[in-house]
């Protein structure tokens, strides 16, 4: 299993990215995906989650409305889309699958806002 997280950057608040997640090494549209953080201090977070088909969301309440989170079964990606970025989002995001019974991470990729 291999996940590949790309997008991150440094944006002003207000601001917007697109996290995309290239997975690998597994049949992609037989699971669901996961999006996870982790702030400096502070505990990994999920952020949100995506079933196999697509066809059902979930979010923390505290990006709900702002985030999105999105997959093209076909490139075996998962994306994260990600509007009216604040400072408090600031982490590392990561892609994530749990596959029986072990979860796999990718290496990250850093998100900084601030202006």
């Known amino acids: 299993v291999q996940l590949v997280e790309s997008g991150g950057g440094l944006v002003q608040p207000g601001g917007s990215l697109r996290l995309s997640c290239a997975a690998s090494?597994?049949?992609?549209?037989?699971?669901?995906m996961s999006w996870y953080r982790q702030a400096p201090g502070k505990e990994r977070e999920l952020v949100a989650v995506?079933?196999?088909?697509?066809?059902?969301?979930n979010y923390a309440d505290s990006v709900k409305g702002r985030f999105t989170i999105s997959r093209a079964n076909a490139k075996n990606t998962v994306y994260l889309q990600m509007n009216s970025l604040k400072s408090e989002d600031t982490a590392v995001y990561y892609c994530?699958?749990?596959?029986?019974?072990?979860?796999?991470w990718g290496q990250g990729t850093q998100v900084t806002v601030s202006s």
């Open positions: 994530n699958v749990l596959r029986w019974g072990l979860h796999y």
């Open positions: 090494g597994f049949t992609f549209s037989s699971y669901d």
């Open positions: 995506i079933t196999s088909a697509g066809s059902r969301t």
